[in-house]
């Protein structure tokens, strides 16, 4: 061997031993706490998808079992004096009239549901802790209800975003931070907040993505720029008084660096998941203790499929891929945390087009359960109820009782669609590799059919629809149904 090659070679060969030992460390010095860090968001804007769709994916995480319900909430009008009580105590004025909305929802959690109403205002949230510990709330301030609200009053995603941060600077908020993903058919905002009365939001590009694990991702603002942000006004002031933040020493006020609880910030399962989304996506392509960036360009346009194979990965083929040494070569056992997750409950795209009827033009394809498991079933807008398997009772009692955790989710409804999507991934689990092979042909030949056939469908649909919008959304409630109860029936040899 050549004397240059030889160098050459010992060169690479350190390289690859202190990666390697770089990535070691990392996983080894994840926090205690990292089983605090669920959920996972993609926001794409309209210029940056393949249809001119905004889009929002989203893996809803929670550790324990849960039962998913669905409900199809209708426009009402509401009393003169009625309020909405919120979880500790405090009251709020209700409106006379309030939108309808697809509610996603999870009883006894209180910040694991999910909306998509009838303007095409969808949303989500990852918990993002930050540094504050004790301030001042207003009756106990807000938490569950603030995405709810924002659901029912809000006719764009800016719009949710005015009243969500209204609603934290006067109550207060009542968890340690989150951040809201909050997508329209025009346009994708992220409002972070934090304990207490502070918060800021940013707006997505519409030729740009954005990915956000469980740390705050937005890190420099302008608040007199109000087309991009939006926040409280002593947002910096306030960091400056904490001293969070030193002018004189810090620079430029980072939001993030600032506000963000350093452990969620170290945190490997957020790192690592933040950095294989960006990478599976971006036109550019980062090393994982780089700084990565709050919003990208795509490498390619962005499809509902692209969305998919993202809420699905399990690390495949990089250095954080452990598989195979999992018991039952289970990915979701893997030591850092993937995006597709041991403690999935569901994952969702959210596909909003202001070409078409909200009616038509907001889809919410979801895939119960786990993304890698089982099939995004393509749910309208438009659809007059939900099956009965998918949901229990009526929206107004599930409601009142939805802080009532279950004992047991499998005496509640046994019959319940949701409890075999659970037992379908369990039982998937006992031996990952050789069972996901057979899923995968399924899975896959169930949902390239539905993408093939949606333009067709819609078109038809659309047509019916500007003449007879009453037809059209029966026809959408028939087929929204047939594909459900399909997707169920789908693993049943």
């Not at 009580?85 to 909305?101: C, D, F, P, R, V």
């Not at 937005?218 to 942000?229: E, R």
């Not at 452990?322 to 999935?344: F, G, L, R, W, Y």
């Amino acid at each position: 061997m050549k004397k240059k090659h030889f160098k050459y070679f010992i060169n690479i060969l350190l390289f690859t031993c202190v990666f390697s030992l770089f990535i070691t460390e990392l996983i080894n010095a994840q926090s205690v706490n990292e089983n605090e860090y669920n959920c996972f968001t993609i926001l794409v804007g309209k210029n940056a998808t393949t249809d001119g769709s905004v889009m929002l994916a989203h893996n809803e995480d929670d550790h324990g079992e849960h039962l998913v319900n669905w409900y199809k909430v209708p426009f009402l009008s509401h009393k003169s004096r009625e309020t909405i009580t919120l979880m500790n105590g405090a009251k709020i004025q209700q409106l006379k009239e309030t939108n309808g909305y697809i509610w996603l929802e999870m009883q006894g959690m209180k910040f694991s549901d999910s909306y998509m109403n009838q303007w095409g205002v969808t949303i989500s949230s990852d918990q993002c802790r930050s540094k504050e510990k004790e301030v001042e709330l207003k009756d106990g301030g807000i938490g569950y209800w603030l995405r709810r609200i924002m659901a029912e009053r809000a006719k764009s995603a800016k719009e949710a975003v005015k009243i969500g941060g209204r609603m934290v600077e006067e109550i207060g908020y009542a968890s340690s931070g989150r951040s809201y993903c909050i997508a329209d058919p025009d346009e994708v905002w992220i409002l972070a907040v934090v304990k207490g009365k502070h918060w800021v939001a940013q707006r997505v590009p519409d030729n740009k993505v954005a990915c956000i694990p469980n740390y705050y991702t937005i890190t420099k603002i302008d608040l007199s720029d109000t087309n991009n942000f939006l926040g409280a006004s002593d947002i910096i002031d306030y960091a400056i008084q904490k001293k969070w933040y030193n002018p004189d020493i810090d620079g430029t006020f980072n939001f993030r660096k600032a506000y963000a609880d350093t452990s969620s910030l170290k945190s490997m399962s957020n790192i690592a998941r933040h950095w294989r989304a960006v990478n599976l996506l971006s036109n550019k392509k980062y090393n994982i203790n780089d700084e990565l960036p709050f919003a990208f360009y795509p490498e390619n346009k962005i499809s509902i499929s692209d969305l998919m194979i993202v809420l699905r990965d399990h690390y495949e083929e990089t250095e954080f891929y452990q598989a195979d040494t999992c018991k039952n070569n289970n990915p979701h056992k893997n030591k850092v945390m993937p995006i597709c997750s041991e403690t999935n409950q569901y994952g969702f795209i959210a596909q909003l087009r202001s070409v078409l009827p909200i009616d038509i033009g907001a889809v919410l394809w979801l895939a119960p359960r786990r993304p890698c498991t089982q099939p995004f079933i393509p749910w309208y807008y438009g659809i007059i109820d939900i099956p009965d398997i998918y949901t229990m009772n009526n929206h107004q009692s599930a409601l009142e009782q939805h802080f009532q955790a279950a004992d047991n989710i499998y005496d509640i409804k046994p019959d319940h669609a949701f409890l075999t999507f659970i037992n379908i991934a369990d039982s998937v689990d006992k031996d990952y590799k050789n069972n996901i092979k057979e899923i995968i042909e399924k899975r896959d030949a169930f949902e390239e059919k539905l993408i093939k056939n949606q333009s067709g469908f819609e078109n038809q649909i659309y047509y019916i629809y500007q003449n007879d919008p009453v037809k059209a959304k029966e026809m959408l409630n028939e087929y929204t149904s047939q594909q459900a109860e399909k997707a169920v029936e789908l693993y049943d040899k």
